[in-house]
């Protein structure tokens, strides 16, 4: 085998691994305070390239009432069990900031469904909330979670603003 | 803590399921007292037992957490709806509505199928309430394709 053809496998190996990232749903999630909304979609696990792109970001008052609503869709064929779709408003130091760990004084609001999905099969929640001042928060919903497993969910998320 | 806590509560608690179509544990806890209801059912609106009574006072740091927990054995319940609540009432501790023309605290809504014995779901939500009266928090199943629902409610008072 020439450097060429090790170059082609190797090519092949590396667009089959990152075709296999994801948990094989979309997901959807849509913040709004009243007049204002922004609309997140999925996004790849998070260990994924893409994941460095830009949150969407909404820009609020202490004051509003915020209301999150999102969208899970099994996409793939197979059927998973017992899968846990997963929900949380957390306050960041900054913008642009990884998912911080979920200290109970930071999550403003948390939320676990745990059902199967089959494909086609759909989940929804709609979560009302104020924040808890001004700063930064990270507003997430992630499915297919797996501890050993750190990355390889799908989820959408936004920032949100709060002055 | 890990990012897994608040499910590992979850877990535990599916382990206490009792025959009936939904286990419901709702709890309020405020900086001095703490009040718990559990499963009740629809019919009657306001259900069978007293409901539980939490005080606290204008903008205290409020947590507001459920569990509801399938114990159906037989089949999935498919498009169950899980609807939440706080809002303002007349009256604590005399089973009386929320008054509808008033604004909630906070609310929502889940849509999900539950499986026999590990279908759940589970909340928890950090909030205060800026005005004195009392108010019903509840949650509740709708369309689960039961001749009855079931809800937990209990009554926070706000001084």
New interface residues.
């Given amino acids: 085998m020439n450097y060429r053809s090790v170059a082609i496998v190797a090519a092949y190996i590396l667009i089959t691994c990152a075709a296999a990232h994801g948990a094989g749903y979309d997901a959807v999630l849509e913040v709004r305070d009243g007049k204002n909304g922004q609309t997140a979609r999925q996004n790849k696990s998070s260990t994924a390239p893409s994941a460095m792109s830009r949150r969407v970001v909404l820009e609020g008052s202490t004051d509003d ?1 915020f209301t999150a609503t999102w969208k899970i869709v099994r996409k793939d064929q197979t059927t998973v ?2 899968e ?1 779709v ?1 929900f949380y408003v957390v306050k960041m130091e900054r913008q642009g900031q990884a998912p911080p ?4 004084s930071r ?10 999905f089959p494909a086609g ?10 924040v ?1 001042g001004p700063g930064i928060y990270l507003v997430r919903v992630e499915v297919g979670t797996d ?1 050993d497993k750190p990355g390889v969910e799908d989820y959408a998320e936004l920032e949100l603003v709060a002055k | ?7 590992g509560i ?1 877990l535990l608690l599916a382990a206490t399921a009792r025959a009936e179509h939904f286990v419901i544990e709702l709890t309020i806890q405020a900086p001095q007292e703490e009040a718990t209801a559990h499963s009740d059912t629809d019919p009657p609106p306001q259900g069978h037992n007293p409901r539980p009574i939490c005080h606290a006072k204008v903008g205290d740091d409020l947590t507001l957490q459920f569990f509801v927990t399938s114990n159906f054995p037989h089949n ?1 319940l498919k498009g169950v709806n899980v609807r939440y609540y706080i809002a303002p009432e007349k009256e604590a501790g005399n089973k009386s509505p929320p008054e509808t023309d008033k604004a ?1 605290v ?10 026999p014995e ?10 205060h309430i800026d005005k004195k009266g009392a108010y019903i928090v509840r949650v509740e199943s709708e369309h689960s394709d039961n001749d009855h629902e079931h809800f937990a409610a209990l009554d926070l008072v706000i001084e």
Avoid: C, W, Y
């Fill in positions: 009432h069990k017992d846990l997963h760990a979920l200290a109970p999550v403003v609001i948390e939320s676990a469904v745990t059902m199967d099969e759909t989940a929804r929640g709609t979560q009302e909330f104020r808890d501890p | 803590m890990n990012r897994f806590a608040f499910l979850a999935v909630s906070t609310e929502g809504t889940f849509l999900m199928d539950f499986k590990t279908g759940r779901v589970g909340l928890r939500q950090r909030l």
